[in-house]
C-alpha cells in the first residue's frame, strides 16, 4: 500500500496519560499535515511541515501537542496529560509540490483516540 | 483566520437527479479550493479541486465553479447514483504562501434515494 499510512488506529487511554501517534506519508511527499476532526465536523487543521520545518501551526494547537518529523519521513504526534476534550480521529495528509498534482493532500485512515 | 460555510447540511435526492452544495469563504488570499468525500468510518477522499485562476471545471458527473468576486464555490454534481451517498466537504487554503493548512466546511450529509 502506498497511500498514506497511520498508526495505531485506535486508542483508548485514560485522562492525564500521554500518548503519541505515528504518521507515514506517501514516499517523496515533502509536505504533511495533521488535523483533528470530531463527530459530525469537518477536519480541523493542526500543524503543516515541509521536509522536517514545521511552517504552521494552529492556535487549536495547546502546549500539550508536540509534532515532529526529524528526518523529513515519517512523524508522531504527542498529546501530554490528555483530556477527554481530546477525544477525536487525528487525521494525517501529504502532499507534494514536486510529484503529482501540487497542492493534493491525501489522507490517511485517521488515529482514534478516545480519552476515558 | 479563514472561516468555510457550507449549505446545506443535509441534501436528500432522488437518484438521477443533480445535487447542488455551496460554500463560502472568508479571505481573499485563499486561491486553492478542493471538495473531499468521505464515507462513513473511512479517510477524507478528493474528488475535485480548483484553484483561483479558473472559473470552472469538470470530471465526468462531477464539476466545480469559483466566483471570486462573491467568495463562493459550487459542487454539482449530476446524474446521482447510490454510490454518491455520502459526506461532502469543501475546503479552502492558501497554498505557495507557507499557509497550506485546509479551511474545511462543517460537511453535506448527501442522501440517495432510490
Known amino acids: 500500500d502506498t497511500g498514506v499510512s497511520q498508526d495505531p488506529r485506535h486508542k483508548i487511554t485514560k485522562r492525564g496519560q500521554n500518548v503519541t501517534f505515528r504518521c507515514d506519508p506517501i514516499?517523496?511527499?515533502?509536505?504533511l499535515y495533521w488535523y483533528r476532526q470530531t463527530l459530525g465536523q469537518g477536519p480541523e487543521f493542526l500543524t503543516y511541515?515541509?521536509?522536517?520545518?514545521?511552517?504552521?501551526k494552529s492556535r487549536l494547537l495547546s502546549d500539550r501537542f508536540s509534532a515532529e518529523r526529524p528526518k523529513g519521513s515519517f512523524s508522531t504526534l504527542e498529546i501530554q496529560r490528555t483530556e477527554q476534550g481530546d477525544s477525536a480521529m487525528y487525521l494525517c495528509?501529504?502532499?507534494?509540490?514536486?510529484?503529482?498534482?501540487?497542492?493534493?493532500?491525501?489522507f490517511g485512515p485517521g488515529t482514534r483516540l478516545t480519552v476515558l | 483566520g479563514e472561516n468555510v460555510e457550507q449549505h446545506p447540511s443535509t441534501l436528500s435526492v432522488q437518484e438521477g437527479d443533480s445535487a447542488v452544495i455551496k460554500c463560502t469563504y472568508s479571505?481573499?488570499?485563499?486561491?486553492?479550493f478542493p471538495w473531499y468525500k468521505q464515507e462513513l468510518g473511512k479517510r477524507p477522499q478528493l474528488i475535485i479541486d480548483?484553484?483561483?485562476?479558473?472559473g470552472e471545471k469538470k470530471d465526468q458527473r462531477i464539476a466545480v465553479t469559483l466566483n471570486k468576486t462573491a467568495k463562493h464555490f459550487s459542487l454539482h454534481i449530476t446524474e446521482t447514483q447510490p454510490e454518491d451517498s455520502a459526506v461532502y466537504f469543501c475546503?479552502?487554503?492558501?497554498?505557495?504562501?507557507?499557509?497550506?493548512?485546509?479551511?474545511f466546511g462543517k460537511g453535506t450529509h448527501l442522501i440517495i434515494q432510490p
Open positions: 495528509a501529504s502532499s507534494s509540490r514536486d510529484t503529482g498534482p501540487p497542492d493534493t493532500q491525501y
Open positions: 514516499s517523496e511527499h515533502n509536505r
Open positions: 511541515f515541509q521536509n522536517e520545518a514545521q511552517l504552521e
Open positions: 479571505d481573499s488570499a485563499s486561491n486553492y
Open positions: 480548483i484553484r483561483s485562476n479558473v
Open positions: 475546503a479552502a487554503s492558501i497554498t505557495g504562501g507557507g499557509a497550506d493548512g485546509l479551511t
